[in-house]
């Protein structure tokens, strides 16, 4: 809440609603006011004309990631800048995908390319995924909508998705629990799941998607290529662990056990052990920093080894002076250029 109690952040969820993120306003006339925000289309912002009304809580901004702009005490200042923005980016809609099995639901989101520059479909389609335990990507706030690497594919044509599959942060402990022993497996099922559900819709054109992650994101891109060859034509593989039994122990055991005590779960969770599955025609950009701390180099040269024994095409870009994630200027610019190329040239 800022210094004159007017503006406030509510952030709240529930089993059946994503985490939501509102900046709500009083209006500064009002001595009381109901705490009930004005209900808002999914577009993260109250309409341009209307004004709130006197003596109830105007929900001035709706959904959005509270740092994405700083707080002051003049709400119409946010909404302001929050409306020049928005008519400059696509604000993803939120799905939601059952498992093939009915037993859960996903939610996800979707950036679909302008219709007017682009057709009305179906289009290529990126998968961006992270996937792993912690982290929940999908929910309404302005951090979605200010994802540039997926309002850039969406600027070429592509439609971009994002599933948060079994296994992800927010859903309880029997859904990130998914994973216990097995990772490596059910995400690729979800991710798949998502890809089918907009090929089924007209949104995504079958044969023409590709995905990408960094991190446990770059192992999820890797794997689904390799396990799911007849879903994903591409995957940009971002520093991937390769093999649970070279990454960090305190991280990997808490959720697989040690390799002596789960041999099968660490074998299929291996991304070099779906090596053979690659078909000809996809592809595979693999990306690393040389001085990466978190997942070492050697993940991916594990990976690569593997690749040139089974005879098996791959491309790479590496960063010498980078560590887990590019941070100078200069390679971010470079990175995004080549991925933004990759795609367009191979997908």
Not at 191 to 207: F, H
Not at 214 to 240: D, H, Q, R, V
Not at 273 to 292: K, S, T
Not at 303 to 322: C, M, N, T, V
Request: aromatic share 8%.
């Amino acid at each position: 809440m800022d210094s004159s109690c007017r503006v406030f952040v509510d952030v709240y969820s529930n089993l059946t609603t994503p985490p939501r993120a509102q900046v709500c306003a009083v209006p500064s006339q009002a001595r009381t006011a109901a705490v009930t925000p004005i209900e808002l289309a999914d577009s993260s912002l109250a309409a341009e004309t209307a004004a709130p009304p006197p003596m109830e809580l105007a929900a001035l901004l709706k959904e959005i990631q509270a740092s994405a702009f700083p707080l002051t005490t003049e709400p119409e200042n946010l909404r302001v800048a929050m409306l020049q923005a928005r008519r400059k980016l696509c604000v993803p809609k939120i799905i939601s995908v059952p498992t093939r099995d009915g037993k859960e639901t996903l939610y996800g989101a979707v950036y679909l390319p302008d219709p007017k520059v682009h057709g009305e479909g179906p289009y290529p389609t990126m998968v961006s995924v992270y996937g792993g335990p912690h982290v929940q990507r999908v929910a309404r706030m302005w951090a979605m909508t200010v994802d540039m690497r997926a309002q850039r594919f969406r600027d070429m044509g592509y439609a971009v998705l994002k599933i948060d599959n079994r296994g992800s942060f927010r859903r309880g402990s029997a859904f990130e629990g998914a994973i216990k022993h097995r990772m490596g497996t059910v995400e690729v099922l979800d991710q798949e799941d998502g890809v089918r559900k907009l090929v089924n819709e007209g949104v995504t054109i079958a044969g023409r998607v590709g995905i990408y992650g960094w991190s446990y994101g770059g192992y999820l891109a890797a794997i689904c290529l390799l396990k799911a060859p007849e879903t994903f034509n591409l995957a940009i593989a971002g520093a991937p662990v390769t093999s649970w039994d070279g990454y960090d122990t305190c991280y990997t055991e808490r959720y697989m056990s040690t390799p002596q005590l789960n041999p099968t779960g660490y074998r299929n969770g291996s991304v070099m052990e779906a090596v053979d599955n690659m078909q000809d025609g996809q592809q595979l950009l693999l990306i690393h920093g040389l001085i990466d701390e978190n997942v070492h180099f050697r993940h991916t040269a594990r990976l690569i080894a593997s690749l040139i024994s089974a005879r098996k095409h791959y491309d790479l870009l590496l960063f010498p002076g980078e560590r887990h994630s590019p941070r100078h200027l200069e390679d971010r610019i470079y990175m995004e250029q080549r991925i933004a190329e990759y795609v367009k040239e191979r997908l």
